[in-house]
């Protein structure tokens, strides 16, 4: 299923094909996988689920890369393979391709001109705010919670997309659904479609909402050299500072520079084993062809039905059809994984008796000012190095990625301090957001740490009566438990939490930041090395 949907058809470009698209060995992390695409593409991170929708994007031109980006890279070095030199220059005309091809008309537009684009995504960032405390306001007005005031002035009102609607946004898509028979993609087109209006209805809630309520806007979110501390706008007198603005900027420009990074790591690892190949080939005598079939293609087995059934039931909540009808999408997934794992192989083989410098260096992450801000907290308070999670209890990567935590920082006792903060994804995971406040009345009764490790040991039995369960188990005050869960009585900080999440560009769970790093490597080597690296910068700082 496309990642993108759209109204109308438009023209793709034309790929250049490598040789062999070999990918370098590249441990991207654990993250929370949220949907299996119908097209089979790898999961990925998902945007933030939000109390509201998002407005749409207004469509835009497909900006061009400025004529003065290859000749800045030109000179750069990249990789040396063989005493064979890959420069900036010879890459960046496959990374334009790429990049223009992506749906992310952001991306896109970062990649054109990344000083415009920061300066519109702060106006965006701005606006964005301003609306989620407009909503806020409104819903304290009437009583309900910002998730209650969404679903009665928005969710309730979308009406039931039609036949003939469905069948339109069907033809509009054709280009990227491929082959897919409409049936096999009606949910997703369904949804779709709801999203549309859900837009439209959003726009127009915000509308009627600056007529009702007092919005101000006292300076330039783009101007220069503003003071710490300066009041942007204000919605009924409660103030939106700059530092918001900033430190969501930081975030946002460097997940666009760190997919603007991956594609050109991507294309970098894909010529240096083209190079690779074609040695090879030369060295036994055959074509370049003939080392991809033997070593690749001719190795890729038909997936057993267990391990299609495995794949549909671990993925089931988020795949819109039956077993039957994800089939093929499951069959072409699990084949790509053993694709990908052969090609990792076959690059690792070839690189082990070549001579390979690589010089690209990944985009050094900002240091946000991430809050603790009341978070579970352990280790010393003073220690040197603080890691604060944004965590989902339901989140099968969260789970994974906690035994590894628990592991790592073992070696260092008290001289880090760990700290979890809550983002459930209350759209994906139905008892997410009642696991955290669970964990939250658990750390009231000052069993935090040891009642999420029944959440995590046991991420399929999170409703109330499991959660009570666990209570029970851990001697806690069950009538004070009970009462401050039924009650909602820790909802005001899940919403704190996941409004800072939200400013420090927090879209996956987890995420973890190291003294305000974002962490990019979730295996335990890439934990470890992240501390080591927040210990030696906290060591420069010292006097």
Known sequence: MPRTLRRTRRPRS????????????????????????????????????????????????????TPSQ???????????????????????????AVILRDPDTYLRAYYADPQKETRESRQRALDARIN???????????????????????????????????????DANRDQIGSANLESVRAELINFIRNERSQELYVALIN????????????????????????????NGEPLRVETINERTKAYVYKLEMRIYAVRKGVLDRRINDLLIVAEANKRKVGPEDIVRTEITDKITQPTEAQISKLYEDNKANIKTDLAGARTSLVTYLQQQQQEKLEAALAEKL???????????????????????????????????????????????????Y?????????????????????????????????????????????????????????????????????????????????????????????????????????????FFINGAILTDYSADGLRAAIEKAFARAGKRQP
């Not at 750069?76 to 990374?95: C, F, G, R």
């Not at 600056?210 to 503003?226: G, P, R």
């Not at 995590?456 to 069950?478: P, V």
């Open 351 to 401: 690189r082990a008796g070549t001579k390979v410098q690589i010089f690209m260096k990944e985009p050094d992450p900002p240091l946000l000012n991430v809050g603790i801000a009341g978070g579970a907290t352990r280790g010393d308070p003073n220690a040197a190095v603080t890691i604060i999670e944004f965590t989902d209890f339901q989140c099968a990567a969260c789970g994974a990625m």
């Open 132 to 170: 989620s405390l407009l909503i806020a306001a409104e819903a304290r007005k009437r009583g309900k919670s910002s998730d209650q005031l969404v679903e009665t002035e928005i969710n309730s009102r979308i009406p039931a997309p039609t036949e003939p609607e469905i069948k339109a946004a069907y």
């Open 70 to 96: 290859p000749a800045e890279l030109a000179p750069v070095t990249l990789a040396v393979v063989n005493d064979v030199t890959i420069s900036a220059s010879d890459i960046e005309d496959q990374v334009s």
């Open 403 to 511: 035994p590894v935590v628990e592991d790592v920082l073992k070696a260092y006792g008290n001289r880090v301090r760990f700290v979890i903060r809550n983002f459930p994804l209350t759209q994906v995971h139905a008892n997410a957001f009642h696991a955290a406040q669970a964990a939250e009345a658990a750390k009231a009764q000052g069993k935090f740490w040891e009642y999420i490790d029944f959440m995590f040991k046991n991420q399929t039995a999170l409703d109330d009566d499991s959660l009570k369960k666990y209570a029970t188990q851990l001697l806690l005050d069950r009538k004070r438990f009970d009462a401050e869960l039924e009650a909602g009585k820790y909802e005001p900080v899940l919403r704190r939490d996941m409004e800072d999440g939200e400013v420090y560009g927090v879209e996956a769970t987890p995420t």
């Open 208 to 235: 009627r909402l600056k007529m009702t309520n007092a919005v101000n806007k006292s300076a330039d979110v783009n101007a220069t050299n503003l003071p710490p501390g300066t009041v942007l706008a204000a919605v």
């Open 14 to 65: 034309q790929q250049k094909v490598a040789i062999m698209n070999l990918r370098g060995i590249n441990v991207a992390g654990i993250i929370c996988v949220i949907a299996l695409s119908l097209a089979a593409q790898t999961p990925r991170r998902r945007t933030t689920p939000a109390t509201k929708p998002a407005p749409a994007a207004k469509p835009t031109p497909t900006p061009q890369p």
